[in-house]
């Protein structure tokens, strides 16, 4: 059996915001993406009977991590004061890695919490805090080039 190691650089990570691409990311971890809701709750009655519901809430929240000196605490910053402003500070965004084939997006966002400032004798993280109506995943979950998981057939 053949032995196989797979790539990962941050530096492939794209995250796009209205547009504009988003770099200077901070050390660690620098993206997050999460729904707000699980997909499904359950109940199990007294006799061992199960049934589940379908949530269709897909909302969520992206959570972009800067470093201090980058370009994109301006790109966000203006999308807070256009909302701050004008309520016209909504847009889209997509993270995607460029060396595989997965897309994590959302048509519909807006700043929820603009980022802590501080400053000290060494440089601070900017932690962005983004409300998404919707948190669409295509293939984002892929682990190589076309590494689409094939489902399988039903019995």
Do not use: H
Not at 47 to 72: E, F, P, V, W, Y
Not at 91 to 116: C, H, M, N, R
Not at 130 to 138: E, S, V
Request: one cysteine or more; glycine letters at 8%.
């Amino acid at each position: 059996m053949a032995f196989t190691v797979t790539d990962y650089d941050p530096k492939n990570i794209v995250v796009i915001v209205n547009g504009q691409r988003i770099d200077g990311f901070a050390d660690g971890s620098f993206v997050s993406i999460e729904r707000n809701e699980d997909s499904w709750s359950y109940a199990v009655g007294a006799d061992g009977s199960c049934a589940r519901a379908r949530s269709r809430n897909i909302s969520g929240t992206l959570t972009l991590t800067l470093m201090q000196t980058s370009k994109g605490n301006g790109i966000l910053e203006a999308l807070m004061i256009a909302d701050d402003t004008t309520s016209q500070g909504q847009f889209a965004w997509a993270v995607a890695d460029e060396k595989y084939t997965g897309l994590v997006s959302s048509g519909a966002a807006w700043i929820q919490k603009p980022a802590t400032i501080e400053y000290g004798k060494e440089m601070n993280d900017r932690v962005w805090t983004i409300t998404c109506a919707q948190i669409l995943y295509a293939n984002a979950f892929a682990t190589k080039e076309n590494d689409a998981t094939p489902v399988p057939d039903l019995p």
